[in-house]
């Protein structure tokens, strides 16, 4: 048997906290109940992931950041999942969760943003290293051919709406744009010289301003897990509340099919 297995049999030892039925529970070496029974949720997921305290001003806009992706808009690829889990009278449970595993898409959801926080990490230390922005983008284009968190397929050249929505909640908080989204923004700058027509996207924003809250990219990316999950449960509801299977039906005469055309079972 493995070393490492030998080493870790039973007890498990853990920094995280444990379960005393009839007694108490302890959440990072707190008690639940007693030390942390007046913290805000968002906080205590985030203390959970990070270990650390956050002012109240930090958790409002971290709330906002979870707040202002909240689309209730069953078109959209997870909350369809969520909308057809419902159509299909299958349990909430199954539903919403099987459109958070989708949100972690190639495209959309949590990949781009993992990337984008990596990116801007990667960025600001070559920067910080003497090299400038304008060889960083040109060397990362190369390699990749693109920069998660700059562009938007659906609405490539307009201002990404939830942008301005948090920027004004940062600056009712009084929370300063720190070095991470300002890099952000210098980024889309520099795209726009190269000849890019790719604005910032959400994608970048989300994770610059918890990176300069002191998160790591890993960071980042398990606090957003859940922030597009509010808009879910309204597309499971009404999904639900629609006959069973009324929910995106599409007759076959309405795809236009161009593949291989019918073939014959040929039994040999």
């Not at 459109?99 to 990337?115: D, K, R, T």
């Not at 990749?144 to 948090?166: F, K, S, W």
């Not at 300069?212 to 808009?231: I, K, N, Q, V």
Request: aromatic share 10%; hydrophobic share 45%; net charge neutral.
């Amino acid at each position: 048997m493995s070393n490492i297995l030998l080493d870790y049999e039973v007890p498990l030892r853990t920094r995280m906290g444990a379960c005393f039925p009839g007694e108490r529970a302890v959440f990072r070496g707190y008690d639940l109940h007693a030390d942390l029974k007046d913290m805000d949720w968002i906080a205590l997921y985030i203390f959970g992931i990070t270990g650390r305290r956050f002012s109240p001003e930090q958790v409002a806009v971290l709330h906002a950041l979870w707040t202002y992706t909240s689309y209730p808009d069953p078109r959209l690829w997870n909350n369809r999942v969520a909308a057809l889990a419902g159509s299909a009278r299958s349990t909430g449970a199954l539903g919403i969760a099987a459109a958070i595993a989708v949100s972690e898409a190639s495209i959309y959801g949590w990949q781009p943003e993992f990337a984008a926080a990596d990116f801007l990490v990667r960025a600001r230390d070559r920067i910080h290293a003497g090299e400038s922005l304008q060889a960083v983008l040109q060397q990362e284009l190369q390699q990749h051919r693109r920069i998660l968190g700059y562009g938007r397929p659906v609405a490539t050249l307009q201002v990404d709406e939830r942008i301005p929505a948090i920027l004004a909640r940062m600056e009712s908080e009084h929370i300063a744009q720190g070095p991470y989204l300002q890099l952000a923004f210098d980024i889309e700058r520099g795209l726009f010289q190269m000849g890019r027509q790719l604005p910032i996207n959400y994608a970048s924003v989300v994770v610059a301003i918890p990176l300069d809250m002191g998160l790591t990219p890993r960071e980042c990316y398990l606090f957003l897990l859940p922030s597009f999950m509010a808009g879910m449960p309204p597309c499971y509801l009404e999904a639900s509340e629609r006959p069973a299977g009324a929910t995106f039906p599409l007759r076959c005469s309405r795809l236009h099919y161009e593949g291989p055309g019918r073939r014959l079972w040929q039994q040999e």
